[in-house]
């Protein structure tokens, strides 16, 4: 089995050759499997996700696993009410705005408490996993279902915290502030692309 860091540069890799730009398409999917390929199937969930790995671990610890812990809790509570049907206004322009918000947070190496760190890491999170939700079509199992993107996005998650450990380095913290401004870039194309 590969190492963490080297998992998470495979998943990395994968997330990059994935076909659609946004996860968020209503295709009919479901189980297992479609739970964990869903969020590595568009870039706007992919940046955000890494984001979240790469702001904990600028924070540090606890932060550090404590992002990448809330974030998936407070999606699997968002995707319930999605897949539930109770409507949540400008979900995509929340995701945008995560991309946006996380990945300049990353960029400059925003310093913050750790309770504040995690709503606003919460908020983003209720607005991913609404859309996971709502696309849950009523034939599939939503525990397998809900099971896989929540695996999934954690390991996006590792990716994040794989590529800010690069951050103990000089160079490291060029790249990693380069990611930031390339998170940010995508989640404004991503608001680009929903006005």
């Known amino acids: 089995m590969p190492t963490p860091p080297k998992l ?28 964990l390929s869903h969020p590595i199937g568009g870039l706007d969930h992919v ?11 600028i924070l540090g610890r606890p932060a550090l696993w404590m992002l990448p812990v809330a974030f998936p809790v407070m999606m699997a509570i ?6 539930a049907g109770v409507p949540l206004p400008g979900v995509e322009t929340g995701i945008a705005l995560s991309g946006i918000v996380l990945g300049a947070m ?18 983003f999170a209720v607005f991913h996993g609404h859309a996971h939700g709502a696309e849950l079509p009523a034939s599939v199992n939503p525990m397998a279902y809900a099971l896989g993107f929540v695996i ?10 794989a590529v ?26 991503f608001l680009v692309g929903f006005a």
């Open 106 to 123: 990353v960029l400059f190496s925003v310093q913050v408490p750790v309770r504040v760190a995690m709503a606003l890491v919460g908020v």
């Open 152 to 161: 999934s996005t954690g390991l996006l998650h590792l990716c994040g915290i």
């Open 78 to 83: 968002a995707g319930a009410f999605g897949a």
């Open 8 to 35: 998470a540069l495979w998943i990395a890799g994968l997330s990059l050759i994935s076909s659609p730009l946004l996860a968020h398409t209503g295709e009919d999917v479901g189980g297992l499997f479609a739970g």
């Open 164 to 189: 800010g450990s690069l951050g103990k380095w000089p160079v490291g913290r060029v790249l990693v502030r380069a990611a930031g401004a390339a998170i940010a870039l995508a989640g404004g194309a």
């Open 47 to 57: 940046v955000a996700m890494i984001a979240v790995g790469l702001w904990g671990g």
